[in-house]
């Protein structure tokens, strides 16, 4: 199901810079990491990005698996400076990395979605609702 709209992203100026200080490709235990999420993808991460890729989503670009800082995002629109993480069980220390890492991206102006994998797997629409409804007031702000 593709579940396009008829807008269109918007660019921010800031964008180059992002990338280049951001996404830095100096760290190679970092890219080599995110190559073998890229490669052995969850069920549930498989289907968000079956949605998320090429644009399919509101017409906004995505990266699956992409080193920022310490961290490997499961999903960013750098546009929109949005970023989707899909969590499987927790349990407390798992909770307080995800608490660190999120008040890490979102010092650098990031706004952090995250969704079970059972959310990503069972409730798919709502899901992609949602992450539309996010960028589309991120695009307003």
Known sequence: MKLSVDCHTYTNPATAYINDKLFPHDDPHLMHNGRNLRKNMTPAEQRLWKHLRGKR???????????LGQYILDFVCVDAKLVIEIDGGQHAEQTAYDETRTR????????VIPFWNNEVLQQTDAVLTAILHKLEELKAK
């Open 57 to 67: 989503l509101g017409g906004y670009r995505f990266r699956r698996q992409q080193p």
């Open 104 to 111: 890490y991206l979102q010092n650098l102006g990031f706004t």
